[in-house]
């Protein structure tokens, strides 16, 4: 079965200009996990979805920053306009619910630079 | 507020022998999961081990294993026999009843020929 998907798998883009990224989950998982990854502050939960719904999108970090889930089988994470400080690593995690304890499973992560 | 600590950055083990890595975590939760996941240099980040807190045995996956001291709230993770492909930087996570993943900051593993 495959894994979660992200793509792009490295972005390069110049400040200012609209970023998008895509995840697909793991097929039949019904909730999915946006994460940030970087040196300073490490792994940041940004927002989180069940069965398409956003629950939690208290880590976005500000307005710049929008997530949508239109099925179960894609998301995407929107930042419009990008900033140098959004250089990171983004990966997008699924699991098969968010019944306690279960275990998310990630993508590859999509390494941002912003120039 | 949860909190997982991992107070040291770097570590380094011979191939063939064994690691322990540490990690603390801080909760008023009695009932959560704890998780190790390994991010080697491709930055995929994988399960290590995972261990729910109302069960008092160590999980143990082959080579892994994990102490768990809930009472200390301590969960560290020992790698045997050690590989060169253990080489990666290794997350301790704690979830809870809402479902959010916190990681500690991770631990550097080197693993020397």
């Known amino acids: 079965d495959a894994g979660v998907i992200q793509s792009p798998r490295h972005e390069v883009t110049e400040m200012g200009q609209e970023v998008t990224l895509r995840c697909k989950p793991i097929?039949?998982?019904?909730?999915l996990f946006w994460y940030r990854q970087t040196m300073m502050r490490g792994l940041e939960l940004l927002i989180y979805?069940?069965?398409?719904?956003?629950?939690?999108d208290s880590g976005m970090p500000e307005d710049r920053f929008s997530a949508k889930m239109p099925n179960a089988s894609f998301s995407t994470l929107k930042i419009q306009p990008s900033e140098p400080r959004d250089s990171a690593v983004y990966f997008c995690?699924?699991?098969?619910?968010?019944?306690?304890?279960?275990?998310?499973?990630f993508g590859p992560g999509t390494r941002l630079t912003v120039l | 507020a949860q909190t997982v600590t991992q107070s040291q950055p770097e570590m380094s083990v011979q191939e063939a022998e064994t690691v322990t890595l540490s990690c603390t975590y801080d909760?008023?939760?009695?009932?959560?999961?704890l998780f190790w996941y390994k991010q080697p240099p491709s930055r995929q980040m994988i399960l290590v081990i995972r261990?729910?807190?109302?069960?008092?045995q160590n999980a143990t996956e082959n080579r892994f294993s994990v102490n768990f001291q809930k009472a200390a709230k301590s969960f560290s993770l020992k790698i045997s026999d050690s590989q060169l492909g253990d080489a990666a930087m290794y997350f301790c996570?704690?979830?809870?009843?809402?479902?959010?993943?916190?990681f500690g900051k991770g631990i550097t593993l080197s693993v020397r020929p």
């Open positions: 995690a699924s699991s098969p619910g968010l019944a306690w304890g279960n275990t998310q499973y």
């Open positions: 097929s039949g998982h019904n909730s």
């Open positions: 979805f069940n069965n398409n719904v956003p629950i939690d």
């Open positions: 909760t008023s939760e009695s009932d959560y999961y």
């Open positions: 261990q729910e807190a109302y069960k008092q």
């Open positions: 996570a704690y979830t809870g009843a809402n479902s959010k993943l916190t």
